[in-house]
C-alpha cells in the first residue's frame, strides 16, 4: 500500500485542527517522506517542547484515514502519556483534539476483550487506533504473559498477531527519543516485529543517533522567536544564599507575582479562563522529593498539604489523576513535588517556577524539564512579562551564571547562540543593541558583569509578544520591519529585579485607560462611515427604441411549419428482371394541418409577458408602453389578423422578446452611490496594556524605538498610552502633536477605531485604518498619515492617499456629517523638518 501526497488534505486537516505554521508544516513533511518511503520506512518530526506535538499527531490520523490507512498504532514510553494520549483521543475530554474529523475507535490492552472492539477488527472499512504502551510490546518471557500476546477470545488470535497481519499498520512514536534508551534495542525489536508500513517518530530531544531520519525540525529558538512558548528567565540570588528553604520561599514570591497576573489578566476581559500557577519541583529521589513537600506544607509557606502534590513511582493511581486538574480553576495544587518520572508527557499550561534540587541543577534547561513550564496558558503571549516567561530557579550566583553564559545559550537558543547579543539591565521600552556574542557565542573578553539586575540575551527578528502575534508578520503591501528587529530569547535575572518586574507588571494590568476630552472635545466621537455601493436607474418599457423592438420582431417573419414527410412505394426490375418493392420519399412536401391564433390573442399575450417581466414595474403607463413595444414588434413580424401565428411560434417570439429586454435592463450601466454613515466610537470606553508603558520621554531616537510597545505620557490624546509601528512617522507624528498649539486633540487609529478607507489594490478592494485623526483649533477633524520617503510613490499609497481625498470629499458634502474632515500625507522628511502643525501641513499633501 502507498500514501500519495495531498497537499490539499494537508491543507484541510490543518483548517480542521486549527494548526499552528510549525505544525502544518512538521505534517506536510511526513506527508511528502510517506509519498517515496519504502515499507518500514522510519521518520521524525522534531519540534520543540510545548509546539503541539499532539495536535500533529492528530493532524497524522485525519491524513493516515482520508489515506486509506485503517490501523494505526501510536506507542508512547510510559503510562502518563499512555493515558494523555486516550484523552485527547476521546470526545468529550477537556483534552479532546477539538477539530478531529476521523473519529478513531480507540482500543488498549485494557478495552481490547469488549464486543465492540472485537467488531472493530473484524471489519475492515473501521478506522482503529490502538494506544500501548512500548513495554507492553516486549515479547514476553514465561514469567509474564502479556496481554497483547494472548489470544483475543472474539478474534481467536492475539492482539500483536493481528498488528503484525495488518498491511496498512502506521506506527506513530510518541517521545521517540526515549526509545534510544538502554532498552533500545528492545523496544526498537519490539516495533520492527510488527512490519509497519512506516514508523513516524515525534520528539522534541531526537537522539543523535536517528538524525538521519529527521524530515522536519522546530527548534526552542524558533518557538520562542515566533511566540508560541513562554521566554526562560533563569532568577537567582545576589546574596549567594541557596538554601533548600530559601529556594523554595523565593519560588513562592515569584508564584505569588504570576497569579496576580494571571488573576488580573483575566478579570480585564470575560471568559477568559483562570489556572493556578503552579511551582514544578524535581527530585533526584523519593526521599528528597518527600522532603521538599514537607517543607512546602509547612506553617511558613503553603501551610496546606492539598496545595502540595507529590508524585513518585510510588504514588497511587488517583494522585496521577489530580495532574490532569491542574488547569481546573478549583484547583488547590500550587506545587508538585516529582521525582523525575513527569519529566515527559505532561502538558498542563499552568506551570510558572521550576525549581530542583542542586545536584539537578544541570539538567534545568533541557527541554525535557524545561519544557514542563514552556507551554502558554492561553494558546497565544499575552505581551504581559510574568505570563510570558516561566522562571528557573538556580542555586548559582548572578555572576556566575553569566559567566556559564554559553552553556545556558546552547540548551535554549541551539544553533542561534552566535546571533545572540546582550543587553545590561533594559530599560521597558527603549531598545538597546546590547554586545554580540561572537561567531562561537563566548563572552567578550572585555565585558564587565554586573553584580545584580538583568541581563537579557537577544536574537534577531521581531519580539512575538502581540496577543496577535499571528498578525505580526503580516504587514500591509507598504509597510516594512521597524527598527528594533531583536527578540529576547532568555533572561538571567536576580530575585529583587524580578519581583520588581512582577510589580509593574501587575501594575500594568490593573490599571483602566478610560477616553478623556483633551481640548475640550467631546467623547464619543462619531466617525463617518462610507459605505459604497452600485444600483442602476429604475427600468422602463418607454426607455425602448421601437425601432429596435421591430427589428427583432422581422426575424420572427417567417413561421417554419412543420411539413409531412410522404413516403411513396413503388416495384421495379433489376438487371436480371426480377421485379423488387422499393420505398422512397417524396420530392414534395405538404404542410401540416396547424392550429393558429387569433391576432387579439397574440397582442395581449405579449403585452402580458412583458408586464410580468422582473424588471417592469406594474403601472398603467407602463401598460402603455408594453402595448407599443407589443405592437412594434408584431409590426415587424408582419403578423396581421390575416396572417396569425401558431401557437408554438408565438411562444418562441415572446420569449425572446423578454428575454432581449432582460438584457437591455441588466446592461445598463451601473452608478457608484456613497451612503455616509456616522458610527458611534469608542464602543468599548475602557481600555488594558498588558505590557507595562514605557514613558515615551526615554525613546530619543529611532534606534531606541520599540515597535509596538505602549508608550505614556501624552496630554491631547484621547488615551495616554499609545503604541506606534515606525519611529520617523508615527512616533515622531504624535510628538509634534503633543508640542503644537493649534491641535486640540488627536486618535491614534487602531482595531478598536471605527474608521476604514476602503481603496484600490489592482482590481481588489482592500480596507485600510489611517494613522491618526487629529482635531486642530479650528475644529478641522484630519485624517494624518505618514510615510517614509521611499513610500510617497508607491502605488499602493498612492492609491490610499487618492481614497482617501474622495473619503473626505463624499463626507464633507453629506448632510449626515456636522464637522469638516480633511486628510493629510506626510513623509518622514516633512516629519523629522516640521516644527508645528502648520509647518507640517504645509509641507504635506493636503486634501480637504
Not at 524539564?369 to 538556580?394: A, C
Not at 501624552?714 to 503644537?740: I, M, Q
Request: aromatic share 6%; proline share 5%.
Amino acid at each position: 500500500m502507498s500514501i500519495d501526497y495531498d497537499p490539499g488534505l494537508v491543507e484541510q486537516v490543518s483548517y480542521n485542527l486549527d494548526l499552528r505554521e510549525p505544525n502544518q508544516l512538521a505534517l506536510d513533511a511526513v506527508a511528502k517522506a510517506l509519498d517515496t518511503a519504502e515499507p518500514g520506512a522510519r521518520f521524525i518530526a522534531d519540534l520543540a517542547t510545548g509546539v503541539g506535538k499532539t495536535y500533529i499527531a492528530g493532524g497524522l490520523l485525519d491524513y493516515l484515514h482520508e489515506s486509506g490507512v485503517r490501523n494505526v498504532l501510536i506507542v508512547t514510553p510510559g503510562s502518563t502519556i499512555q493515558r494523555k494520549t486516550i484523552d485527547n483521543l476521546t470526545p468529550g475530554h477537556p483534552k479532546y483534539l477539538r477539530g478531529l474529523q476521523s473519529r478513531p475507535m480507540v482500543i488498549t490492552l485494557d478495552t481490547v476483550e469488549r464486543g465492540e472492539v472485537g467488531a472493530a477488527l473484524a471489519d475492515p472499512d473501521r478506522f482503529k487506533v490502538f494506544v500501548f504502551t512500548v513495554q507492553s510490546l516486549l515479547r514476553p518471557n514465561k514469567a509474564d504473559r502479556r496481554r497483547a500476546f494472548q489470544p483475543h477470545e472474539t478474534l481467536g488470535t492475539a492482539v500483536r498477531t493481528y498488528l503484525e497481519t495488518a498491511e496498512d499498520l502506521v506506527v506513530i512514536a510518541d517521545e521517540h527519543h526515549v526509545y534510544y534508551s538502554g532498552s533500545a534495542k528492545k523496544f526498537e525489536a519490539a516495533i520492527t516485529e510488527l512490519h509497519p508500513l512506516a514508523t513516524i517518530g515525534l520528539t522534541a530531544t531526537p537522539h543523535e543517533s536517528s538524525e538521519s531520519m529527521i524530515v522536519y525540525r522546530y527548534p526552542l529558538s524558533e518557538a520562542i522567536a515566533d511566540g508560541w512558548v513562554k521566554i526562560p528567565v533563569l532568577v537567582t540570588r545576589q546574596d549567594g544564599i541557596h538554601d533548600v528553604r530559601t529556594q523554595l520561599a523565593d519560588g513562592l514570591t515569584l508564584l505569588d507575582a504570576k497569579r496576580e497576573a494571571m488573576l488580573a489578566y483575566c478579570g480585564q476581559v470575560r471568559g477568559r479562563k483562570f489556572a493556578e500557577p503552579v511551582m514544578f519541583l524535581v527530585a533526584s529521589t523519593i526521599e528528597e522529593a518527600t522532603e521538599y513537600r514537607d517543607l512546602l506544607v509547612g506553617s511558613d509557606m503553603l501551610g496546606s498539604a492539598e496545595q502540595v502534590l507529590l508524585v513518585t513511582s510510588e504514588e497511587p493511581d488517583t494522585t496521577l489523576a489530580l495532574l490532569d486538574k491542574l488547569e481546573d480553576p478549583d484547583s488547590p495544587v500550587r506545587a508538585v513535588v516529582s521525582v523525575s518520572m513527569l519529566k515527559e508527557g505532561w502538558d498542563v499550561k499552568n506551570i510558572y517556577v521550576i525549581a530542583s534540587v542542586r545536584s539537578m541543577e544541570s539538567n534545568l534547561l533541557t527541554e525535557q524539564i524545561l519544557g514542563r513550564g514552556l507551554r502558554l496558558p492561553f494558546g497565544q503571549r499575552t505581551g504581559n512579562p510574568m505570563l510570558d516567561t516561566v522562571e528557573v530557579l538556580s542555586h548559582r550566583s548572578f555572576a556566575s551564571l553569566l559567566k556559564q553564559a554559553k552553556s545556558l545559550l546552547e540548551q535554549t537558543l541551539g544553533d542561534r547562540v552566535d546571533e545572540a547579543s546582550m543587553v545590561v539591565n533594559p530599560i521597558d521600552g527603549r531598545h538597546a543593541s546590547g554586545v554580540g556574542l561572537g561567531a562561537d557565542g563566548e563572552m567578550p573578553a572585555d565585558v564587565s558583569f554586573p553584580d545584580s539586575g538583568t541581563v537579557e540575551f537577544e536574537l534577531p527578528g521581531f519580539a512575538a509578544t502581540d496577543p496577535n502575534q499571528d498578525t505580526l508578520f503580516d504587514l500591509d503591501p507598504d509597510e516594512e520591519p521597524g527598527e528594533a528587529t531583536r527578540h529576547t530569547g532568555l533572561m538571567v535575572s536576580t530575585l529583587d529585579d524580578r519581583v520588581h518586574a512582577g510589580a509593574a507588571a501587575n501594575e500594568a494590568l490593573r490599571r483602566v485607560l478610560t477616553p478623556r476630552t483633551p481640548g475640550g472635545v467631546s467623547i464619543p466621537l462619531f466617525l463617518p462611515s462610507v459605505v459604497t455601493r452600485w444600483v442602476r436607474d429604475r427600468f422602463t418599457l418607454a426607455s425602448i427604441n421601437l425601432d429596435s423592438v421591430e427589428a427583432l420582431g422581422q426575424t420572427f417573419a417567417k413561421d417554419n411549419a412543420p411539413t409531412l414527410m410522404r413516403k411513396a412505394v413503388d416495384a421495379e426490375r433489376d438487371s436480371s428482371g426480377e421485379a423488387h418493392v422499393v420505398i422512397r420519399d417524396q420530392v414534395e412536401q405538404v404542410i401540416a394541418s396547424q392550429t393558429v391564433m387569433p391576432f387579439d390573442t397574440i397582442e395581449n399575450d405579449l403585452v402580458g409577458r412583458l408586464i410580468r417581466t422582473n424588471a417592469v414595474e406594474a403601472s398603467v403607463g407602463e401598460l402603455n408602453a408594453a402595448v407599443g413595444v407589443a405592437k412594434a414588434f408584431l409590426a415587424g413580424a408582419g403578423v396581421t389578423e390575416s396572417t396569425p401565428w401558431r401557437p408554438e411560434h408565438g411562444r418562441l417570439a415572446t420569449a425572446r422578446l423578454t428575454e432581449w429586454i432582460a438584457t437591455k435592463q441588466t446592461s445598463s450601466p451601473a452608478r457608484e452611490v456613497r451612503e455616509v454613515r456616522p458610527v458611534r466610537w469608542p464602543e468599548p470606553s475602557e481600555r488594558y496594556e498588558t505590557k507595562p508603558p514605557a514613558d515615551r520621554q526615554v525613546v530619543t531616537s529611532s534606534r531606541e524605538f520599540v515597535r509596538g510597545y505602549p508608550y505614556a505620557g501624552y496630554a491631547k490624546a484621547v488615551y495616554e498610552v499609545n503604541d506606534f509601528d515606525a519611529y520617523s512617522t508615527e512616533f515622531v507624528l504624535a510628538d509634534l502633536f503633543e508640542r503644537s498649539s493649534a491641535v486640540r486633540a488627536w486618535v491614534r487609529v487602531d482595531e478598536t477605531v471605527p474608521l476604514r478607507i476602503t481603496y484600490l489594490s489592482g482590481a481588489v478592494q482592500r480596507q485600510y485604518e489611517p494613522d491618526f485623526i487629529v482635531i486642530d483649533a479650528e475644529g478641522v477633524h484630519w485624517i494624518v498619515e505618514g510615510k517614509r520617503d521611499s513610500e510617497m510613490s508607491s502605488p499602493i499609497v498612492i492609491a490610499k492617499r487618492d481614497a482617501a481625498a474622495a473619503w473626505v470629499n463624499t463626507v464633507n458634502a453629506s448632510a449626515e456629517v456636522h464637522e469638516t474632515w480633511a486628510y493629510l500625507l506626510a513623509s518622514e522628511s516633512v516629519c523629522a523638518a516640521a516644527t508645528s502643525w502648520d509647518a507640517l501641513r504645509s509641507g504635506s499633501q493636503v486634501f480637504r
